[in-house]
Nanobody, 130 residues
Framework: QFQLVESGGGLVQPGGSLRLSCTAS????????IGWFREAPGKERELVSC?????????YADRVVKGRFSISRDHSKNAIYLQMTALETEDTGTYYC??????????????????????WGQGTQVTVSS
């Protein structure tokens, strides 16, 4: 299984914004549903958002996102993005993207459970602090 690569994390003040990117070198992601997950120290890795193969179906973990984030994909750039606004200190953690190799959108229909995703990036760190 290939390794996905996340980028765009960093240090931001509360209320600020970041855009995370997910790519893969030498392989097309067009036919994979993609999810964004995050993990804070001492806490379980949890879903943030996920997107279908054609980008027309998206899911958000409402408890986490609270209307502040947006997921999208650009096939011409072979990339998936997570735009985050109104960041809070509770958003601090390592953010991962993951690919579902099944070749359909069933995992997105089912709410993107973590165990349905096969390949994971190494993560990008997001720190929200004043």
């Amino acid at each position: 299984q290939f390794q996905l690569v996340e980028s765009g994390g960093g240090l931001v003040q509360p209320g600020g914004s970041l855009r995370l990117s997910c790519t893969a070198s030498g392989r097309r992601l067009d036919w994979y549903a993609i999810g964004w997950f995050r993990e804070a120290p001492g806490k379980e890795r949890e879903l943030v958002s996920c997107i279908s193969t054609n980008g027309q179906m998206t899911k958000y973990a409402d408890r986490v996102v609270k209307g502040r984030f947006s997921i999208s994909r650009d096939h011409s750039k072979n990339a998936i993005y997570l735009q985050m606004t109104a960041l809070e200190t509770e958003d601090t953690g390592t953010y991962y993207c993951a690919a579902d190799f099944e070749g359909n959108d069933f995992s997105v229909q089912d709410g993107c459970p973590r165990e349905r995703f096969h390949a994971w990036g190494q993560g990008t760190q997001v720190t929200v602090s004043s």
